[in-house]
């Protein structure tokens, strides 16, 4: 046996691999246990029409259609993993649970026509912090289960706002207004972009993006929450 086989076979002694749902030991290639895959809360909204997520953005001039894949309820395996997504460095989760989301969606027209997906993004102070941004990993995910481009530099956050969890809901719009940018819309003449974030509340933060990208002349915007609070 290897140097590196005695110390890796140590490492999964002290230090296994855990499912970030419900905490069991799962094998090297694993994210999370087929137990949870099976019970998570899937919203089915890649096949509902007028859903409750396209309910939030029906307003919006450029908005083509929009959906979440799981429900996020309080003290539930979904907000434990995204908690871990989002501050436990655990951007794999978002990976998983992304690839999964492809593959529900894949079955509808959701993604018919979509020419680039866009995470909504961190301030570079934030990135910093955290390393990566939580919604490029879910993203990413998509992008790679149906091969369609991932777009991480026309859309950038240039304020560096407060978080919005602990916020009401006129708070949330108010202080997310005015914090996004778009850059060299002209690329994005005639696109239909896919946004892209981790949990949906409000859509504040949605509609802050669409609102930076009325810029982009003939554009049509679909977006897509991994999880949406009930």
């Not at 970030?20 to 087929?34: K, L, M, S």
């Not at 871990?84 to 992304?98: C, D, F, H, Q, S």
Request: some cysteine.
């Amino acid at each position: 046996m290897t140097t590196t086989a005695v110390v890796k076979g140590v490492l999964d002694l002290l230090f296994p691999r855990c499912c970030p749902a419900c905490g069991c030991a799962v094998e090297d290639t694993v994210i999370i246990c087929e137990k949870c895959l099976r019970r998570l809360p899937i919203t089915e909204q890649s096949h509902i029409k007028g859903n409750i997520t396209e309910d939030l953005f029906a307003q919006e001039p450029m908005f083509e259609r929009g959906g979440c894949y799981l429900f996020f309820d309080k003290d539930s395996s979904v907000q434990t993993m995204m908690h871990k997504l989002k501050y436990n460095e655990m951007p794999e989760v978002g990976y998983a649970l992304g690839k999964e989301a492809a593959y529900e969606f894949l079955q509808s027209d959701f993604l018919d026509d979509v020419d680039v997906i866009i995470p909504v993004p961190l301030h570079r102070k934030r990135l910093r912090q955290r390393g990566y941004n939580q919604s490029e990993w879910i993203a990413r995910a998509l992008s790679e289960i149906a091969e369609i481009p991932l777009d991480t530099a026309h859309l950038t956050r240039e304020v560096d706002n407060p978080k919005q969890a602990m916020l009401r809901e006129r708070e949330r719009q108010a202080n997310v207004a005015g914090i996004f940018k778009v850059n060299h819309p002209e690329e994005l003449y005639r696109k239909h972009i896919l946004l892209v974030d981790d949990v949906i509340t409000t859509g504040a933060t949605l509609r802050a993006c669409m609102e930076a990208m009325h810029v982009i002349r003939g554009a049509k915007i679909s977006v897509f929450g991994l999880a949406k609070a009930r």
